[in-house]
Structures are given as structure tokens and as C-alpha cells.
């Protein structure tokens, strides 16, 4: 699994403008699903995207636009009594099929690139969930952290006394040790979610006490996962195949550039000597000659391209399939796994008999220890579960392009 916990850290010299810009609009926030669309509506991210988009759709409408005509004017005196002006107005005329191949690239261009940016969009989209889910996993297990440490403390407490045998100075000794180690976790643990924090509060100018008070619960409701049959139509798929229809339309575009442009016009001439004058009226014709070279070198090259493609568009069939199935596999057996583990209920009450029973002279102080290391690293083990099962189904739908709209 990515590591989510990274940070953007370029965000900060967006965070001041972002955050004042949104305070004017402020989002309604219900339930963590809002925050979620929050972001989604009024960050930097969702705005540059749409500006990507945009510039794309610009570059496919360019391609069908018409070369601006040529104005060509000379005027030349031969002397005092006797000139000669010209004028011609030509227009370009692509021949080899230019129009239609640039066209074709752009369309292909603009294809490839849509679906990558609705791509990013969805991902951007699942990281904020993620973010969302592993705020409300570390504000529990910090909340453990710290109530370990007060006990562990209550516990120290009761050492002090004039005199302590072999047995209670060893266990003192585990104690103060036990506390020096969770102090170092909770310091890690609370600086992984105030940068969580400073990242969803930048994103959609709510208060950090917004987002705090409504953080997701615990997960139960896990959808199964259906296997789509359609496989051609996951978006790495569809990426692989805009790949190779804009290899195959650039190849095309360098054959129709081994044909010559045709300028072609009107063109008038006017002769002058004293006070007669005479007017011609013609048509002017300007074309290169393709005489050095045919593209060639080009034209091999983009082959050569098209080749690479089609071996990238079957291997992606291939191994998007195997990526579909992997991910739905392990989706499915951390959800059995999830729905096996004890509630959060069970593990707060198996904590506190665990406490009781040491203070009742029960349970050595060693067990005690050793019972609270344990609640903690089971916490942090199904948090983690419950983030990649999260993360699994939420790419198995931006693989199949359904997650517009999905609830995580």
C-alpha cells in the first residue's frame, strides 16, 4: 500500500491563499462524506485538473482551425517616373490528408489525456478518504497511547515506598521503560496527524475542529465486490489503447508530412510609368519541393512507435487482469479477516479487565506490560487492515471507472 501519510509539501505555499479564498464560501459539513465533496468542490487539486482537461480540449479544437492567410505587398520604384506594385492573398491548402491527421492526433491526445486526469481526479478522491479514515484511527490510537501511559504512571505510583523487594524493582524498572517507549509513539503518532491536518484543512478551508468532529467510525458495512465482465473497459486498458491510437495517429501525420503545402491565390500587379497605368490580375501559386527528402527518417521512427504501443496495449490487457483479480483476492480476505476481529468495544473491555485484574493483585506487572503492547499493535494491525481493504475497493472502482459517486 502507498504510503498516505506522505505529504504534499508543496501545498504550503498554496495553504494561506487556499484557506482564506474558502473561508468566504464555507462548506456545509455533516458527516465526513461532506468533507469529502468539500475538498472535492474547492481545492487546488480539483482546480488544476480542470484546468488540464480544459487545455486538452483547447489543443483538439485548435487542430481543426484554418491556417490564417498569407498578404504579400511590394512596391518598387524605378525612378521618378516609373513604378511597380504588387499584391497576392494566398491560402494555405494541406494536402496528403494534414487536416485529418493532425485532427486524429489531437482527438487522440485529447482521449489519453481525459482519461488520466479522471483518473487523478478519483485517486485524489480515494486519498482524501484514506486521509479521513487514518485521522479517526490515529485519534484512537493516540487516545490508547496516552491512557497506557497514565495508567503505567498510576501503576509507578504505587512503587513508591521506602523499601522494595527484588521482584517490584525489576517491575518498576519495566514500567518506567514501558512508558519512555509510548511516549516515542504518541510523538510519532500525533505529528502523522497534524500533518494529516494541515493537509484537509488547506484543501477545503474548514477548521481543524470541523474535521475533527466528524471523522469516520469504525467500518462495518463492507460491499462485496463484484468482478465486472467487461475487462477491455478498465481505464489502464483504455489508457494502453489512446496510447496506441495516438502512436498510430502520429504515424499517419508524419506520412501526410511528406506531402508539400499548397499556398494558392490571388494576385494583382499594378505597372506605373508617368500617368499611364496598367492592372493584371492573376493567381499566384507558392509550393516546396520535396526534393531532398520524403520524411523518411520520421516516418520510420513513428512505425517504430506504433510497434511499441501494440506491445504496450497487450501486456497492459494482461497484466490489468491480473491486477483486477489480485486486488479483488485480497480485498475479499481482509474483509473476512475484519469481520472476524473483535469489535473496538470487546478490545476496550478486554483492556480494562486486563487493569482490574493487576490492581487486584491477579496479574503480574510484566503481563500487564505486555497485555497493553499487544492491545496496541492489534489496534494498529486492523487499522492498517481496514485502510488497505479501504484501498482496494476504492482502486478496484477507479479500475472500472465506477467510483464517481461511491461512498467509502
Not at 74 to 99: I, M
Request: net charge neutral; with cysteine; charged share 30%.
Amino acid at each position: 500500500m502507498h504510503n498516505i501519510f506522505e505529504v504534499y509539501y508543496h501545498l504550503k505555499q498554496f495553504s494561506f491563499n487556499s484557506f482564506a479564498s474558502n473561508q468566504s464560501s464555507q462548506c456545509e459539513v455533516k458527516s465526513y462524506i461532506d468533507i469529502v465533496k468539500c475538498i472535492e468542490e474547492k481545492s487546488y487539486k480539483s482546480k488544476v485538473l480542470d484546468y488540464k482537461l480544459k487545455s486538452a480540449q483547447s489543443v483538439k479544437n485548435v487542430s481543426a482551425q484554418w491556417i490564417n492567410p498569407e498578404l504579400g505587398l511590394e512596391k518598387v520604384d524605378k525612378n521618378s517616373e516609373k513604378s511597380e506594385t504588387s499584391a497576392s492573398l494566398l491560402f494555405t491548402l494541406r494536402l496528403g490528408g494534414k487536416k485529418t491527421a493532425l485532427m486524429d492526433e489531437a482527438e487522440s491526445l485529447f482521449q489519453k489525456e481525459s482519461i488520466q486526469l479522471g483518473m487523478d481526479q478519483q485517486s485524489f478522491r480515494l486519498e482524501t478518504y484514506l486521509s479521513l479514515y487514518r485521522l479517526s484511527h490515529l485519534k484512537r490510537e493516540i487516545a490508547i497511547e496516552d491512557e497506557t501511559i497514565k495508567t503505567f504512571t498510576k501503576v509507578i505510583n504505587q512503587y513508591k515506598r521506602p523499601k522494595l523487594s527484588p521482584e517490584q524493582e525489576v517491575s518498576l524498572s519495566i514500567f518506567k521503560m514501558a512508558i519512555a517507549d509510548h511516549e516515542i509513539k504518541i510523538i510519532d503518532l500525533k505529528s502523522d496527524e497534524e500533518l494529516i491536518y494541515s493537509k484537509l484543512v488547506s484543501l477545503s478551508g474548514l477548521s481543524r475542529a470541523e474535521v475533527s468532529k466528524y471523522l469516520p467510525s469504525q467500518k462495518n458495512d463492507w460491499p462485496e465486490y463484484k468482478k465486472s465482465q467487461q475487462d477491455d473497459n478498465l481505464q489502464t486498458i483504455r489508457l494502453a489503447e489512446a496510447d496506441l491510437k495516438l502512436a498510430e495517429s502520429q504515424l499517419e501525420k508524419a506520412k501526410s508530412d511528406a506531402w508539400p503545402d499548397l499556398k494558392i491565390g490571388p494576385s494583382f500587379k499594378q505597372t506605373q510609368s508617368g500617368d499611364e497605368k496598367e492592372n493584371y490580375v492573376g493567381a499566384a501559386l507558392v509550393m516546396p519541393l520535396p526534393v531532398f527528402n520524403l520524411n523518411g527518417n520520421i516516418k520510420k521512427s513513428e512505425a517504430h512507435r506504433v510497434e511499441a504501443a501494440k506491445l504496450e496495449y497487450e501486456n497492459t490487457k494482461i497484466q490489468a487482469l491480473n491486477l483486477k483479480n489480485n486486488m479483488a483476492d485480497k480485498y475479499k480476505s481482509l474483509v473476512i479477516i475484519l469481520k472476524k476481529s473483535i469489535s473496538t468495544k470487546a478490545s476496550d473491555d478486554n483492556h480494562q479487565k486486563t487493569e482490574k485484574q493487576f490492581f487486584g493483585g491477579l496479574v503480574s506487572g510484566a503481563l500487564v506490560v505486555e497485555a497493553h503492547r499487544q492491545f496496541i499493535d492489534y489496534e494498529q494491525r486492523r487499522n492498517n487492515a481496514e485502510l488497505q481493504a479501504i484501498e482496494m475497493l476504492g482502486k478496484l472502482y477507479i479500475l472500472e471507472n465506477k467510483f464517481e459517486g461511491v461512498l467509502l
